[in-house]
């Protein structure tokens, strides 16, 4: 029996630099868009990630992109 991937959705999650901790080691908060498209392409979702980046007062320090999937045996 062969098992399918089925994509079942993708979420975008800035990780934004806020500032440094006591002993000068750098501090991340991360912000989650979830209900993206699984069949959005990478550049689209790094591009609107730039453009989201823009609007907040942190600086952005990486992008990802978190796919989820059904396994299916089919």
Do not use: C, H, W
């Amino acid at each position: 029996m062969a098992v399918t991937k089925v994509p079942t959705g993708a979420a975008l999650k800035l990780k934004l630099n806020t500032g440094t901790d006591g002993s000068g080691n750098p501090v991340f908060r991360s912000k989650s868009l979830s209900n993206v498209k699984p069949t959005t392409a990478d550049s689209d979702i790094y591009d609107v990630a730039v453009s989201l980046s823009g609007l907040q007062s942190y600086t952005l320090a990486s992008i990802s992109r978190v796919d989820s999937a059904e396994l299916i045996n089919a």
